[in-house]
């Protein structure tokens, strides 16, 4: 198959040119931008001029819900939301039940993402036991299983002993550890982010620092391991400042932000027409104000401040990439009272689309933003940091992910970066309708996306 003529971005080559790609037997076969004759015909010929053509997206954080919670979002329906918003490899955190805490449990979401998914599926597995904190997974029967790495996401390893013995296990696996950064005493019964909108509604605030706290512990704890550890979802300006200074200092530590994090602010709470940094609310959406329990995710959605720090984290390179931390949720989970609501957002299908509007506000350049979805994430998953994976090690994570080098897996997307749309979450491909966008009108859209070379969305 010949995709012709896209604006080819490719940040693994440092690729930024209208150019040809062709796809055959499963991998990508040439690139006319290497100069070489193409190989012979006949070729099925995609047209992809006016489009922007990259390698497809790598997501390092989501959850798929199976097994255990099929009624929220099952392999299959999930890796259709990841094919339709332009990711190819998404990686399942652990939080399912069972939790994906021994080797069997590793095997069945493998086989069924074998068997249904639409895209590639690479599995986090637990750091303790049922994520219950008090004793480490089989973390090394898990890592012969294929995990890509360790996190209790959800939750956090509050227990730094336990935290400090998971990092030397991680080390000697050489998979990272992710943490979901929440200090529990300091956010118990806390429903969104501490400010001025949950003083004026009277609901329990999560404080910056309840955040901030677990990122220095991390940090000073990988300090000590020398292990790797990723923070998931950063969403405050001071743990954009603590992780800045750990890699000033050398230290194995990189973070991902979520597009929620980017654009939405804590006064999304407050319902229709709120809190969108740089979005437009179209239609009206449907959610009656305030508190819009679609917009309670963990950790909560910050401020102005927060945004612009985070930005900043992102384009000098303190923030390596974006996940989507798609949390689809049943409607019941998300119709009822905000403090008994469910935390998280329906995130694949609108993530794309999302991002695009920090690119036509000159917030991020393009090229870079694909290389924080594509290369950046896959180079956390390959192990290309200070620590190598060792030798014959997960199968699961071939090399050349996030990539249309020769020879790599042709998982490609065709986007269109114009593209103007009004998110209608009863559109989703996911069975999580839960989004805070409804009724959004966003600017850029995914067309196609090829997973191996096979048309999986478009
Ligand atoms: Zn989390």
New binding site residues.
């Given amino acids: 198959m010949l995709l012709r003529g896209g604006r080819v971005i490719d940040p693994s080559q440092r690729l930024d040119a209208v150019a040809s790609l062709l796809l055959s037997g499963g991998r990508v076969a040439w690139c006319s931008a290497s100069g070489d004759p193409m190989p012979a015909g006949p070729h099925d010929v995609v047209e992809a001029a006016g489009l922007v053509v990259t390698p497809g997206f790598v997501d390092l954080h989501c959850h798929l819900r199976e097994p255990g919670y099929e009624h929220k979002e099952t392999i299959a329906t999930g890796t259709r939301a990841a094919a339709a918003g332009g990711f190819t490899t998404v990686c399942a955190m652990a939080n399912t039940r069972p939790v994906m805490d021994e080797r069997s449990v590793v095997e069945l979401v493998l086989r069924i993402a074998r068997e249904r998914g639409a895209v590639r599926v690479l599995p986090i597995g637990a750091v303790t036991r049922g994520l219950e904190g008090k004793a480490l997974a089989a973390m090394a029967e898990m890592a012969d299983a294929g995990v890509v790495a360790f996190s209790d ?2 939750q956090p390893v509050w227990d730094a002993v336990l935290m400090r013995h998971a990092m030397e296990y991680g080390l000697m696996f050489g998979l990272p550890i992710i943490d ?1 950064c929440q200090d529990p005493a300091l956010t118990k019964g806390a429903t969104m982010h501490e400010g001025s909108v949950s003083a004026r509604l009277g609901v329990r605030g999560w404080p910056a620092v309840g955040e901030d706290i677990m990122v220095a512990r991390n940090i000073e704890l990988s300090r000590l391991t020398g292990a790797r550890v990723h923070i ?2 950063l969403s405050t300006a001071g743990g954009v400042e603590m992780v800045r200074r750990a890699k000033a200092e050398g230290l194995p530590v990189t973070a991902e932000v979520t597009p929620h994090h980017l654009t939405l602010t804590h006064e999304r709470v407050l319902g229709c027409g709120h809190g969108l940094a740089g979005l437009t609310q179209g239609e009206a959406c449907g959610s009656p104000e305030p508190y819009d329990t679609l917009a309670r995710v ?1 950790p909560p959605l910050r401020t102005i401040g927060d945004i612009e720090a985070l930005m900043a984290g992102l384009n000098d390179g303190t923030i390596d990439c974006i996940a989507t ?1 798609h949390a689809p949720h049943a409607l019941e989970d998300k119709l009822c009272e905000f403090d008994q609501a469910a935390n998280g957002i329906s995130c694949f299908e609108t993530a794309f689309g999302s991002l695009m509007s920090l690119v036509h506000r000159g917030a991020i350049d393009l090229p870079l933003l694909i290389g924080k979805l594509t290369l950046a994430p896959a180079e956390i998953l390959l192990g290309s940091g200070k620590q190598e994976r060792p030798a014959g090690r997960s199968p699961l994570a071939p090399d050349g992910l996030g990539t249309l080098a020769v020879g790599a897996p042709a998982d490609v997307v065709l986007l269109d970066p114009g593209a103007e749309w009004t998110v209608d979450p009863d559109k989703f491909l996911s069975k999580g309708k839960n989004s805070p966008l409804k009724g959004v009108r966003l600017k850029g859209r995914v067309v196609a996306t090829y997973a191996g070379g096979v048309r999986v969305h478009g």
Avoid: I
């Fill in positions: 996401d959800g979901h998931a979802h963990a931390d």
